[in-house]
């Protein structure tokens, strides 16, 4: 067999397996295409072994013939990777990444097995999230649940919560109680609040996730028992442990306790939430205050707010909230000609708005 012939053969042989290949399943395609270099080297091995054991001039031919084929698909790959490499990042690499251009075609093979796991990640949440694939059969699971496949779920059950049984969901809690990587927040807001959710489901995710800003949740759940409720209170998120300050099931003293440790230990967070809750007193407004203007900028909203704690906002650096102080009704007199000469437009217009719609009042 001459040389033309060996590469008319090989060039038959090589469209054909193209043309199987095209009708593979992608997986198999993609892992063809990523093996291809080690099998036409295993086969050149091979070949050499017949030549090197029988000395037959005929597979020396065969031998010598066939370096054409892993050359091309050598070229191919090395295009490839080189054309990929600088679409990605043109500047980085230099020379360096010129020197693995000889291994190239042996190293597609991890990647390509990423990129399947990760299509077939993407094709089974999508799967299941437009109703493709039952999302019954994602629970019970030993493991973490892949990030696509958790968020097709959260979108599946905003878009259709019907069709959700309530055993499914509790035990779509059950298995968030004791997952490591419970789902982000606030993703599980609708699922703990779902009036489907056991007592007992609430209690076991509030012993096991009390840290997760999800807990937050179960203190604004009605059908949450006590026990769940004090157990977030013990949480040293403030999230938490606000909503079960904020539940109205701990008892005034208990709640109040709660604010007045975060104010006092100036926890995280606490400036905004404390200075809106319910359960925020008079007296812990004053406290907020006595720690700095720059902490109290929300104490304007809240609905216990003083004419006197309004007059000392007066002073804050940010016009926003000098100007909410000037439209707020409780703000006295003395304290609205005094914004009135704000150098801020808007402060002092809404101070003399605020003025004249008092001496209307007043005729």
């Known amino acids: 067999m001459n040389n033309t012939r060996i590469v008319v053969t090989y060039t038959a042989l090589s469209l054909a397996a193209l043309l199987v290949v095209s009708v593979l399943h992608w997986p198999t395609r993609w892992r063809i295409i990523a093996y291809l270099p080690f099998l036409l080297i295993s086969i050149h091995a091979v070949i050499y072994l017949l030549w090197a054991s029988t000395k037959n001039e005929k597979y020396r031919s065969l031998y010598l013939g066939y370096f054409l084929v892993p050359l091309v698909v050598h070229i191919v790959y090395a295009i490839m990777a080189i054309g990929a490499f600088f679409k990605a990042s043109p500047l980085a690499g230099g020379p360096i990444f010129l020197l693995a251009v000889p291994l190239a075609p042996f190293l597609s093979a991890p990647f390509v097995e990423q990129r399947i796991e990760h299509e077939k990640e993407k094709l089974y949440a999508e799967s299941i999230e437009f109703g493709l694939n039952a999302h019954n059969s994602i629970l019970p699971s030993s493991g973490a649940l892949p990030e696509k496949v958790a968020t ?3 979108r599946k059950f905003q878009k259709n919560p019907d069709e959700f049984s309530g055993s499914f969901l509790n035990d779509w809690v059950q298995h968030y109680t004791a997952e490591r990587y419970p789902p982000g927040y606030p993703a599980f807001e609708s699922v ?5 959710i056991t007592a007992e489901s609430l209690l076991k995710f509030a012993k096991n996730q009390k840290e997760n800003d999800n807990a ?8 949450a028992p006590i026990e769940a409720i004090l157990v977030c209170a013990e949480s040293e998120n403030t999230l938490v442990q606000l909503a079960a300050a904020e539940s109205g099931r701990l008892g005034p003293e208990r709640s109040e306790a709660i604010l007045w440790d975060m104010i006092e230990n100036d926890k995280h967070a606490w400036r905004a ?3 809106r809750s319910s359960v925020a007193t008079p007296e812990m407004l004053d406290r907020i205050l006595d720690q700095g203007l720059d902490r109290s900028s929300f104490v304007v909203h ?3 707010v003083a004419s006197k704690q309004l007059s000392r906002l007066s002073e804050h650096e940010i ?3 000098r100007r909410a102080v000037a439209a ?7 304290t609205l000609e005094k914004s009135r000469k704000d150098p801020v437009p808007e402060v002092a217009d809404a101070a003399l708005s ?3 719609q008092s001496e209307e009042n007043g005729k």
């Open 328 to 334: 707020h009704p409780k703000t006295n007199q003395q």
């Open 152 to 154: 097709a779920l959260f």
């Open 273 to 275: 939430r404390i200075s």
């Open 302 to 304: 809240h609905p216990s």
């Open 216 to 223: 937050e949740f179960i203190s604004k759940n009605p059908n």
């Open 354 to 356: 605020r003025l004249n």
């Open 319 to 321: 016009s926003w909230v």
């Open 192 to 196: 703990l609040m779902h009036p489907a």
